[in-house]
């Protein structure tokens, strides 16, 4: 998810997409511990998507200006 795409999305969108990339992220993890894990690079961008979307809340928060990439 580019973060263009997440500055997009509402607080509430913001909110469900992070609930969706948690349980995501908690089930790469369980595979992981099982040894079913087949796309070891899934857990690297999970953790970048969840990091994005708490940026921009952090930022929709306290009013941020948004910085485009150059």
């Known amino acids: 998810m580019k973060a263009e795409d997440v ?11 992070l609930l ?11 595979q992981k511990a099982t040894g079913q894990l087949e796309n070891t690079a899934r857990s690297k961008q999970i953790r ?3 990091a994005r979307i708490k940026t921009v809340q952090t930022d ?10 150059k």
């Open 60 to 69: 929709k928060r306290t009013g941020a200006p948004v910085q485009k990439a």
């Open 20 to 30: 969706k990339l948690k349980k995501e992220q908690f089930n790469l993890r369980f």
């Open 7 to 17: 500055r997009a999305l509402s607080p509430d969108q913001l909110a469900d997409e």
């Open 48 to 50: 970048r998507d969840i």
